[in-house]
């Protein structure tokens, strides 16, 4: 059974992640990976990390993908550029390089026994009496309270920052921008 | 299995809860209220919750200092600690922000600015000054790091229409971030070498253990380096000029004063007291860092044309200087740099206060020929930057000069000849581009220049700032020298 999703969940999140890089429409890109993502949080599930699947799907899945939705089809994409050239001279075979180096230190690590989709018995994901959502809540109210509070602080920031540097002068405030100073430059 | 929730004791944390919650406020009020306030309102309703701030840290102080470390304890789940140490930085960090708003309020209404988000901001920046100095956990100091660096990095860019301003917040943050993630990491390491983030439990470990893991080696430099960009050290310096330079100069004064303050609370909290056990293995880094440091800043200083440049490597070479006093790793050492940040804070306020008077409209005259005859226009202004110069070189009867003294003492105290000389040695490079603006300020100035149209105004929040600097500066060097240095020496650590 845990072998049978394993597999399924594997298969999807690897035709996803393939599908990223081939596709040539960029909607059609994050759509693929909506599905790596959900296949990651069902091989989370299955390692018992109910917790990170449910913040993969809402987070990731959830929030950033639709974030890249919005900007693709907001700011739309540059369909005249030239993929076959690479930025960085000599990008990718660096990046395959680097890609098959880490393959091979994740088969190292692992050894023999892998694609069984057994439960990870390292680490303390779960104990005897508490999910592993449990665990985390635990330690999320006691020993780290106040930290977890200042997150909040931390988010206010964000807001008023952003707020902050977007904001467009008023036209009182571009009237008073002198146009000879080469320092001073008008938002557009 | 019910949950045991930890004990919350808000009045340990009652300082920064102020500032935050006093930061909301004035968001919600410049939200909501439908007719805009004139911004001296901002600034006062800023300098209020800030001085609520002081007082309800000044109430920890009594409680801390007055029995001998049976007041200082740690509080909720451990997460913060309140002793004389975190004390001691949260009243440095809240008088950095009353002198900064005085400053700071002609400045917005020169430039046009929003009033309520820069006060906003700033508060919200010292309240994670504040958590950092009084953090337990190397989580806890990375929150309050993030806090006080992420509002810096938009008060960096706050004069957004200006380029230079907004490049200096682009520059701050994607270094500042670099540095954060480099921070991060050694916590990482730290915690793998030592099975806890909790500074109490890491002295623990490391008081039982002896031995030196490469693991524990690697958060050692990680966590020198990731604090090293925030207190500016060299060679991670870098960023400094151009920063210093392109933000606002109120900006600037504050992120010289609170965010080096900040990043040295947390560097001696951490190696002074958690890794005081491995002190071998760390001094030889900082020895490096405070040597490189105090000779670079003084160097390049020597060939800036710019004040608010040459401030900036100026601020390059105090960090070296205070970094002598960690180097020390003894209780006279701690209170020596403590003493130093508190005699840096006003004289680094107070210097770039005056910057920002001289510059004026668009914040533009920063350069050395602006500042040429200012003796003869404005005598009572180029007499307090003469005083506040003389103090930043060392000179006696000011409070630099006791600062300076007492981080010296204490290397030569833990036989660290080499480094007392260094210092002794730059101390007189240093003093060559101070007395350089002192020479061009009181040198004759241009027929041109005279008759400015433009004049320099002292308003009254920044004449009252820059007088308090100037006081300060003098009189923690002469007549209360002997009470400063003792405030400096009660803000111990607790030793968990």
């Known amino acids: ?188 | 299995m019910p949950l045991e929730l930890p004990r919350v004791e808000w009045a340990t944390i009652l300082p920064e809860t102020i500032l935050v919650v006093g930061a909301m406020l004035i968001l919600l009020g410049g939200a909501l209220l439908r007719r805009r306030l004139p911004a001296w309102v901002w600034t006062v309703a800023s300098i209020i919750i800030a001085a609520g701030a002081m007082v309800s840290a000044w109430d920890l102080w009594r409680r801390v200092s007055h029995n001998h470390q049976g007041g200082a304890h740690t509080a909720i789940a451990n997460a913060v600690v309140v002793d004389g140490f975190s004390v001691y930085f949260a009243l440095l960090t809240c008088g950095a922000v009353i002198l900064a708003a005085l400053m700071a309020d002609s400045y917005l209404r020169r430039e046009r600015l929003n009033a309520p988000e820069f006060h906003v901001l700033m508060l919200l920046s010292a309240s994670g000054a504040l958590l950092m100095a009084a953090a337990n956990d190397l989580i806890v100091i990375f929150l309050g790091l993030e806090v006080l660096s992420i509002a810096l990095y938009v008060l960096a860019g706050f004069a957004q229409r200006r380029a230079v301003s907004r490049e200096a917040a682009m520059k701050y943050f994607v270094l500042g971030a670099f540095s954060s993630a480099i921070f991060l990491y050694g916590v990482a390491l730290a915690y793998g070498a030592t099975g806890s983030t909790n500074l109490g439990e890491i002295a623990a470990f490391l008081r039982a253990s002896v031995s030196t893991h490469a693991v524990l080696l690697g958060a050692f430099a990680f966590l020198i380096v990731g604090l090293g960009f925030k207190i500016a050290a060299v060679p991670f310096h870098m960023w400094t000029p151009d920063v210093y330079q392109g933000s606002p100069t109120p900006v600037t004064g504050f992120m010289a004063a609170v965010a080096k303050a900040a990043g040295f609370a947390a560097l001696l909290r951490i190696f002074f007291s958690t890794f005081g056990t491995h002190r071998l293995d760390w001094q030889p880094l900082i020895w490096a860092l405070a040597v490189l440091s105090i000779l670079v800043g003084s160097v390049l200083a020597v060939v800036q044309t710019d004040v608010k440049r040459m401030l900036a490597y100026s601020s390059i070479s105090h960090a070296g200087y205070i970094l002598i006093g960690l180097q020390a790793a003894t209780v006279r050492g701690l209170a020596g740099s403590l003493f130093y940040l508190l005699a840096y804070t006003f004289m680094v306020l107070g210097s770039f206060g005056i910057v920002t008077l001289v510059a004026r409209d668009g914040d533009a005259r920063t350069g050395l020929d602006a500042y040429r005859g200012l003796g003869q226009r404005r005598p009572g202004l180029a007499l307090v930057f003469t005083v506040l110069l003389l103090a930043q070189a060392g000179v006696p009867l000011t409070s630099g000069f006791l600062a300076k003294f007492y981080v010296i003492s204490a290397a030569v105290e833990a036989h660290s000849y080499a480094l007392a000389i260094i210092a002794m040695l730059a101390a007189v490079i240093a003093a060559f581009f101070y007395l350089r603006v002192i020479v061009v300020m009181y040198m004759a100035g241009d027929e041109a220049d005279t008759a400015d149209a433009d004049p320099i105004r002292v308003p009254f929040g920044a004449g009252l700032s820059l007088a308090v600097s100037v006081v300060a500066t003098v009189i923690i060097g002469t007549i209360l020298a002997g009470p400063a240095f003792d405030f400096a020496r009660h803000a111990s650590i607790l030793r968990l």
């Open chain 1, 1 to 188: 059974m845990d072998w049978a999703v394993f597999v399924v969940a594997g298969i999807a999140t690897l035709v996803g992640a393939l599908g990223v890089v081939t596709c040539r429409n960029p909607v059609h890109s994050a759509l693929m990976l909506v599905m790596t993502l959900f296949g990651i949080a069902v091989l989370f599930v299955e390692q018992d990390a109910h917790f990170l699947a449910a913040v993969q799907v809402i987070v990731y899945a959830g929030a950033v993908v639709v974030l890249f939705l919005f900007v693709i089809m907001l700011l739309g994409v540059e369909t005249n550029e030239d993929l076959h050239k690479d930025p960085l001279r000599g990008q990718r075979p660096a990046a395959i390089a680097l890609g098959l180096l880490m393959l091979l230190e994740v088969l190292l690590l692992v050894r023999s026994n892998w694609v069984t989709g057994a439960p990870s018995t390292a680490g303390a994901a779960r104990s005897a009496d508490q999910t592993n959502v449990e665990v985390l809540s635990r330690s999320l109210f006691t020993r780290y309270l106040l930290p977890f509070e200042a997150t909040s602080v931390l988010l206010l920031i964000a807001v008023v920052g952003a707020v902050v540097l977007a904001r467009r002068p008023t036209r009182a405030e571009l009237a008073d921008i002198n146009e000879d100073d080469p320092d001073l430059v008008t938002a557009e």
